[in-house]
């Protein structure tokens, strides 16, 4: 029974704005953009308030690891899950933030597509050559910074299948680390891989959790030098908090 009050809670916040969003993008981008930071501010929330009350799942931001963080700056984090995208929301919950995917997710995702075209989250074409998709990051970067939001890249590039942390590929956070001028944000997450598809979805909500937290704030890198070193120290932080979060059952924070 918990499963089906799940699912029909899900359907009811995803369709509406979803299919609002669906009408409204190719008529009006004003009323599209309204929508969207509807479920950028309200369906995040609303998400995991489900999933904890009928499935016992639970979400830990701890947030008080965000108290020192300067008012403007990106974000670098490991990558599990397409529930990677509202947990930021979540967990930067009122802060503008801007995500840099392929160009698949603004495509036939519920809640997400319209909303990533809308809000101009940076959509780089899978088969995009490697100058056009650092084009397409370094335009993003100083839009980001000039709209004062929160860019948020994945450097590993594409989902873990076991959420152990993959290799940090470098060009994509030199560009946008050299267009927006920002500050660099290091955060960990851990649990979404466990929620890859569907199937493993309905599986593995019961009593879950997703965890993701504020390890390390670094002054924006000038070099490619730095760059390297800024990636490398992050992984390496990354996979140890994620070790950490590894040993702590579901309902302790």
Known sequence: MSSILTLLCLFGMI?????????????????????????????????????RMYRGFYYWGYNESKKDLPENFMIISNHQSLLDIPLFMKFFHGKPVRFVAKDTLGRHVPLV???????????????????DAM?????FGKKAADRKQIPILFPEGS?????????????????????????????????????????????????GCYRVKVLKVYDCPKTKEEC??????????????VEEWRILPANQK
């Open 159 to 207: 989902r873990t299948k076991d959420g152990n942390v993959g290799k940090f590929y470098s060009a994509g956070f030199r560009k946008l680390a050299e267009s927006s001028g920002l500050p660099v944000v290091v955060c960990a997450l851990d649990g979404g891989y466990r929620l890859r598809d569907l199937g493993k979805i309905l599986t593995n909500l019961k009593k």
């Open 228 to 241: 390297n070193v800024v990636l490398d120290e992050a992984r390496e932080i990354i996979q140890k908090q």
């Open 15 to 51: 369709i509406p704005p979803s299919f609002a969003n669906i009408l409204a993008y190719p008529v009006s981008k004003k009323l599209s953009v309204k929508i969207s930071d509807y479920i950028l501010n309200v369906c995040a929330m609303r998400l995991f308030a489900i999933l």
């Open 135 to 139: 084009r397409y990051v370094g335009e």
């Open 113 to 131: 597509s319209e909303m990533l075209r809308a809000q101009e989250h940076c959509l780089i074409p899978r088969k995009a050559k490697p100058m």
